[in-house]
């Protein structure tokens, strides 16, 4: 989990404005309510009738509390409709699940990991990326295992049976579409996940490397996310100290946490062991750590 204090004060401070906009919508409706007659007799009315039923309640006489509680409803149905008849100010919720509490059934709203991920991306300077949708991508009959495998690593997501899936293959076989997929599947179930081109990736690693006040904060997002999607490994310039150094540091450490992590590449692993070092190809192409998923271009079929 992400811990970067700087963040969970960010997502705390979200929750408290959006508390506050409440609030001021709140007093903006009890104005107008307070001083419609009509609703505070009604208001009255029901706190009568609501201390005779507790009354009834204590004496444990049925008759009374199943007259009191139908003139409860009606009160409670009279107030309603009046209150839909007054220029009330409408109480909007970003989240309806929590009602922006970040809190639900005791425990952290999805809302809480979406705000999260956006600071996080925030942090990182990049946007944030449109998933896919498994059920609308139009499976290519050569892709069904591959697609089988990734569905199954996504609905599973984070009990997966291995934690890293490499896809490889040239570029238009669908490797980036099905990365999406799984994007938007681990984020709808409430994870923290990122999807980075291996350019803007590089980018953020030369941030890290020159500016020691953001270091932290950008290591701690991207090694503490639940899944972090490389998209396009290869592609990137090569930095020298930079690119394959803080590739392997990130890359190691999520491996000994056992974090989740998808590359997608349209280099071989031969050309992957050429391209970057001996001990970062020996950790991220570790079989017994790493899935490989090929993606074979039809054409590639025919021939
Ligand atoms: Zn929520």
Redesign the pocket.
């Known amino acids: 989990m992400i811990k970067s204090k700087i963040l969970i004060d960010k997502v705390n401070n979200k929750y408290f404005d959006l508390k506050a906009e409440k609030y001021a919508v709140k007093r903006y409706n009890d104005e107008i309510l307070s001083a419609n007659d009509e609703y505070v007799s009604l208001e009255n009315k029901l706190g009568e009738v609501k201390f005779l039923l507790a009354k009834a309640e204590y004496l444990e006489d049925n008759d009374q509390i199943k007259k009191l509680s139908t003139e409860v409803e009606v009160y409670k149905k009279m107030i309603e409709t009046l209150k839909n008849s007054l220029p009330l100010a409408p109480v909007k919720y970003e ?1 309806n ?6 809190i ?1 059934n005791g425990k952290r ?4 990991y979406k705000y999260l991920t956006n600071f996080a991306l925030e942090s990182l300077g990049v946007n944030e990326v449109k998933g896919g949708d498994f059920s609308k991508l139009i499976q290519s009959p050569a892709l069904i295992k591959q697609f089988k495998v990734i569905k199954n690593y996504a609905d599973n997501f984070p009990n997966t049976q291995i934690n890293n899936l490499i896809f490889l293959g040239n570029v238009g076989t669908g490797k980036t579409e099905l990365a999406k997929c799984v994007l938007s599947s681990v984020k709808k179930r409430g994870y923290i996940a990122l999807f980075l081109t291996s350019t803007e990736l590089n980018s953020i690693f030369i941030k890290m490397h020159t500016s020691e006040v953001d270091r932290n904060l950008i290591y701690d997002v991207l090694s503490e996310a639940d899944l972090l999607i490389i998209d396009d490994l290869g592609t990137e310039p090569i930095y020298k100290n930079v690119t394959v150094e803080y590739l392997l540091s990130l890359v190691s450490n999520r491996i000994e946490k056992g974090k989740h992590l998808i590359i997608t590449t349209n280099l071989n692993d031969l050309e992957l062991s050429e391209r970057y070092n001996e001990r970062f190809t020996s950790r991220i192409l570790d079989k017994s750590k790493s899935l490989y998923v090929p993606f074979i271009s039809e054409d590639f079929r025919i021939k």
């Open positions: 989240c699940l929590c009602k922006d509490t970040g639900l709203c999805k809302c809480y």
